[in-house]
C-alpha cells in the first residue's frame, strides 16, 4: 500500500521561504509522474506544481517563478521549495502522483502572515 507523508510546513512571514517534502512508499516511484497540491478550506485541492518521470517540471501561473519542485528517485522524496511566499499561498500542502490516483497524505500546513 502507497503511503504519502507530508512534512515541512510552517508559519512564516511574507516574502519568507519553506522546503516541503514528501516520502513516498510502497510505490514504484521511478515510474510515476508526481506533483504537489494545495487547498485551502472552502476550496477544491488544486495542484500547482508537477515533474514528470523524465524530470520535466511544469507550474500553475500562481507559483511560476517562486516554487520549485524536484525529486529524488533513490530516497523516494518529492519536495518543493517555495520563496517569495504570500498570505496568498496560505493553505494545506499535499503530494499524490501527477493523475491523484493513490490515498492522500495528511498534508502540512503553510501559514503565511505578518
Known amino acids: 500500500q502507497v503511503q504519502l507523508v507530508e512534512s515541512g510546513g510552517g508559519s512564516v512571514q511574507p516574502g519568507g521561504s519553506l522546503r516541503l517534502s514528501c516520502a513516498v512508499s510502497g510505490s514504484r516511484f521511478r515510474q510515476n509522474d508526481w506533483a504537489w497540491f494545495r487547498q485551502v478550506p472552502g476550496e477544491r485541492r488544486a495542484i500547482i506544481a508537477g515533474i514528470l518521470i523524465s524530470g520535466t517540471t511544469m507550474y500553475d501561473d500562481d507559483v511560476k517563478g517562486r516554487f520549485t519542485i524536484s525529486r529524488d528517485n533513490g530516497k523516494k522524496m518529492v519536495y518543493l521549495q517555495m520563496n517569495g511566499l504570500t498570505p496568498e499561498d496560505t493553505a494545506v500542502y499535499y503530494c499524490?502522483?501527477?493523475?491523484?490516483?493513490?490515498?492522500w497524505g495528511q498534508g502540512t500546513q503553510v501559514t503565511v502572515a505578518s
Open positions: 499524490n502522483d501527477q493523475r491523484a490516483t493513490l490515498d
